[in-house]
């Protein structure tokens, strides 16, 4: 597989702050790679380095085969990026800025329309409408939409999902994985750990550093304990009943159950009779898989 | 008996010909941790506006706290706590500063706001940030601290306009812990989310599709009426089917 980006010990400074320490990946001609991680990670920072609109203070970035410092250009014509900001001109309409930004990169929306019909269908009917006048679905759309019409060999989305609802959120991954058969290198940023299911490959990223790079899967294998989820109807009263109990390890609420690790020697009996005896009641437990979410959270408390 | 501090009845808001709420009836109880979820552009940020007293319904019957939104909106604003991801305090002030200006916007008397402000500082082990900016302070630290000012007064009601978003993992539990806290102490929870394991922390939610409540109850309630396991999968056949009807 052809490496689309190359980096390797990427550092990146603004005043005292440290927004990059030394960060190195590699993503494959094709993959679907993901960033994920809280706002202030630093992600938006790396996705500056890696479109060539920021200059990193240490480190070696190759993107498309170009150094983005000095061969900047080269690098521009073949990258599609989706800032996290809505960038688009609000007082052009939705053609408008197609029709725009496929002039810029010397092609026309007819010549590469089969590239973005999946997309661009959804909000067609209201092409003479201004693109500031669009819900925040339909930009979103928009935004894809122009960051494809060049036809880019590596896509840059920076959280295209931010604040968007569940189902929405679910039918961009969709039109995402519909752009595979183009062969365009994705890469993306968001802060929903569920997310990272639809990625080929994840770098869990935190505090300008990365915590691990992998597939889902080796991600979630790397959780290291035995990991329980235990419910009761009283959900408050079992969180603190379970934190103040001598043998728990970690103890953190997902969705309707929480999930728990022990430390050594703890048995299961131990802690269904403090439970008991805390007077929590109706308690059920059971052995359950780890997910990114769950090794997010080993990761950042072995920090 | 259940005491209700919210209590909404055939609301209707109209922009021009779009109705963005369109009879919207529902109680939230005190003290209950309530969830108020939708797909985007259902109409929620709308009603969040009228239930704090931002914005006057077309029709219909709203009491929040006991006041009328269409009559008493200042009366509401003084009664309840607000804060959203996208702004709630002052970056260019301190910590203490921020604790300061909200206490004296909600009319406490000094000493009080010096007393609750010391009492905060130690409860969120925040000492040290006392006299920090804003600016400096890491995001996660910021949203704590903007909840406790949002309920510094003690409102009977406190409303969360996506406070955990873009949170990391860890203190977006720390967060909810905060407000199980809270709610536990008797002040009412109106929170939105877009993160679908956050609404099952929830007592009771509601789901908005096209300015209508299209369902609400517990989220055992709605997983076993609609079959699934969990709220993010009642939440996608909601929003479907309506997209699929129209």
């Known amino acids: ?303 | 008996m259940k005491n209700a501090v919210i209590s909404v009845h055939d609301l209707v808001k109209k922009f021009g010909s779009f109705v963005a709420n369109d009879h919207l009836s529902f109680e939230v109880y005190e003290g209950e941790i309530f969830g108020f979820l939708g797909a985007n552009g259902a109409g929620k940020t709308t009603a969040l506006r009228i239930l704090s007293g931002l914005s006057a319904p077309t029709s219909g019957k709203v009491l929040v706290a006991g006041f009328d939104a269409a009559r008493d909106p200042e009366k509401i604003k003084k009664n309840i706590g607000y804060m959203c991801q996208k702004f709630s305090l002052y970056n260019d002030l301190t910590v203490r500063e921020n604790i300061m200006l909200y206490g004296g916007i909600y009319g406490m008397r000094k000493a009080l706001i010096r007393e609750r402000c010391e009492e905060l500082l130690e409860r969120l082990r925040f000492m040290e940030y006392g006299n920090r900016l804003i600016s400096d302070l890491p995001l996660g630290l910021r949203q704590k601290l903007a909840f406790s000012v949002a309920v510094l007064h003690e409102p009977r009601i406190v409303f969360l306009d996506e406070p955990t978003g873009g949170v990391d993992p860890i203190t977006r539990r720390q967060f909810w812990e905060m407000i199980y806290e809270t709610a536990a102490r008797g002040i009412t929870i109106f929170v939105t989310t877009h993160y679908m394991d956050e609404a099952e922390y929830c007592d009771r939610i509601s789901i908005m599709n096209e300015g209508r409540i299209v369902a609400l109850d517990t989220p055992d309630g709605l997983k076993n009426k609609y079959r699934v396991d969990s709220v993010e999968e009642v939440f996608v056949k909601i929003v479907r089917s309506g997209k699929i009807s129209v």
């Open chain 1, 1 to 303: 597989m052809e490496t689309v980006v190359e980096a390797a010990g990427i550092g990146k400074k603004f005043g005292n702050l440290s927004a990059l320490k030394d960060i190195s990946f590699q993503i494959g001609t094709g993959e679907v790679f993901g960033f994920i991680g809280p706002d202030g990670a630093g992600k938006t920072t790396l996705f500056r380095i890696i479109t060539s609109l920021m200059i990193p203070d240490e480190g070696k970035i190759k993107v498309l085969g170009h150094d983005p410092v000095t061969e900047f250009e080269e690098i521009r014509k073949h990258i599609g990026y989706m800032p996290g900001r809505f960038s688009l001109y609000q007082d052009l309409s939705v053609e408008e800025n197609l029709r725009f930004y496929a002039t810029v990169f010397g092609t026309t929306l007819e010549e590469n329309y089969h590239l973005i019909r999946d997309i661009y269908s959804h909000i067609e009917p209201f092409k003479k409408r201004m693109a500031g006048k669009l819900s925040g679905g339909m930009k979103q759309k928009l935004a894809l939409s122009c960051a494809l019409i060049h036809q880019p060999r590596l896509l840059v989305l920076d959280e295209p999902t931010t604040g968007v609802d569940a189902v929405s959120r679910s039918e961009f991954w969709d039109m995402l994985k519909n752009l595979r058969q183009y062969n365009i290198t994705i890469v993306v940023s968001t802060p929903y750990m569920d997310e990272a299911m639809r990625c080929d490959r994840v770098a869990l990223i935190q505090d300008g550093q990365l915590l691990q790079i992998g597939s889902p899967g080796t991600i979630r294998d790397g959780f290291s304990r035995k990991l329980y989820s235990v419910t009761a109807p009283e959900k408050y009263k079992l969180l603190l009943a379970l934190k103040s109990f001598a043998g728990t390890e970690s103890v953190f609420p997902f969705g309707d159950s929480v999930h728990l690790t022990l430390k050594e020697g703890v048995t299961v009996q131990a802690i269904s009779d403090y439970l008991e005896k805390s007077g929590v009641v109706g308690v059920t437990m059971r052995e359950t898989n780890a997910g990114i979410e769950d090794r997010f959270l080993e990761l950042m408390n072995r920090k």
